[in-house]
């Protein structure tokens, strides 16, 4: 990506200018989507695929307009969008597309993981843009995005043949992860911005131990860490997973923002009130995680 350095440096101030270390998953489910906004939806378009896009654009719409100035980051999960087949698709663009008007850094959570061409053609596609002719387009347009890379460096950058670099390893009772932790720092290494790499790492919240350890291993590496809230991990289970400064991580809330106002603390807000319910749980977990940080 051509620009991940100032992508980076601009993730990096909008942390510190909402104070929220905070990345929100958009990641809906026909479950999560308030009665009634299903309703409109079939309404215009029927029980069909477009008729579930819609209620998931509405629906996202409304969580983006109730939390966009609370928030540096948003994670829009790919599969969520796809399982509604083209029109989810079309739903997915317009979600990345609106979060960016407010201002929003876009995660594409599409956890890619190829070689080659198609490497290339997922970077172009979600990152840069295609050639049209004598005319180039951004496909969808997001800031960053995963990958898997347990295909090696070819599948995060298109190389050399590389496999081998994890999957033929011998571990020499050294974990895996250290492995490809050691691996992020030395891509990253060649991709910084200011004080941070824009190549980073998702290490799970519910594994305090191996952040600790993967911490070390990549100062410079921001780490997005999933499972807060609604898979168990708190705020003072996350400390080890950022640096001095108090920044090098970013933590996603999903279900656990987005459903809120299906959680029982929440429950006040009623269904026609999901967004308020959302706002004052991205409230909860931006206390939550700078009284952890406080505390350490």
Same mark, same amino acid.
């Given at each position: 990506?051509?620009?991940? /350095?100032n992508?980076?440096?601009? &993730?990096? $101030? ?6 929220? =270390? ?12 308030? !009665? ?6 079939? $309404?215009?378009?029927? !029980? ?9 654009w ?22 969520m +969008? %796809? ?15 609106y979060?960016? !008007?407010?201002? &929003? ?10 070689i ?22 951004? *496909?969808?347009? %997001? ?7 347990? #295909? ?10 590389s ?9 020499? /009772?050294? =974990? #895996?992860?250290?492995?490809? *932790? %050691? ?9 910084? /911005?200011?004080?941070?790499? +824009? ?6 919240a $519910?594994? =305090? ?5 993967? @911490? ?7 780490i997005?860490?999933p499972?807060?809230?609604?898979? *168990?991990?708190? *705020? ?9 400064? /108090? &920044? ?6 999903? @279900?656990?923002?987005?459903?809120? +106002? ?7 807000f009623? %269904? ?6 959302? @706002? ?5 977990m931006? !206390?939550?995680?700078?009284?952890? &940080?406080?505390? @350490?």
């Open positions: 990506m051509q620009n991940g /350095g992508m980076i440096n601009k &993730l990096i $101030t909008r942390i510190k200018e909402t104070n929220a =270390p905070i990345v929100v998953g958009l990641d809906p489910m026909m479950k999560f989507v308030p !009665e009634y906004i299903k309703k409109a939806a079939f $309404t215009e378009y029927g !029980e069909t695929l477009e008729g579930a896009a819609e209620a998931i509405q629906y996202n719409k409304g969580i983006v307009d109730a939390i966009y100035d609370l928030v540096p980051a948003v994670k829009p999960q790919v599969a +969008y %796809e399982q509604f087949g083209i029109p989810g698709m079309v739903a997915f663009k317009k979600t990345v597309d979060c960016k !008007e407010k201002g &929003l850094i876009v995660i594409g959570d599409i956890k890619r993981g190829d080659g061409s198609t490497s290339e053609a997922y970077a172009v596609g979600h990152l840069g843009k295609v050639q049209v002719g004598s005319k180039s387009y951004y *496909g969808f347009d %997001e800031d960053f995005v995963t990958v898997n890379p347990y #295909l090696g460096s070819d599948g995060v950058n298109p190389s050399n043949p496999s081998g670099e994890f999957q033929d390893q011998l571990v020499n /009772g050294r =974990p #895996l992860y250290e492995l490809v *932790g %050691e691996k992020v720092a030395a891509w990253g290494a060649d991709c910084m /911005g200011d004080s941070y790499s +824009y190549v980073g790492a998702v290490v799970g $519910t594994y =305090p131990e191996q952040g600790k350890v993967l @911490r070390k291993v990549m100062p410079k590496a921001f997005l860490v499972g807060y809230g609604a898979q *168990g991990g708190k *705020g003072a289970d996350l400390v080890h997973f950022f640096n001095e400064d /108090g &920044l090098g991580a970013i933590i996603n809330s999903s @279900r656990g923002i987005i459903a809120a +106002y299906q959680q029982e603390k929440y429950a006040q009623g %269904e026609q009130n999901y967004a308020d319910a959302s @706002r004052a749980a991205v409230l909860d931006r !206390e939550d995680i700078a009284q952890a &940080l406080a505390a @350490r």
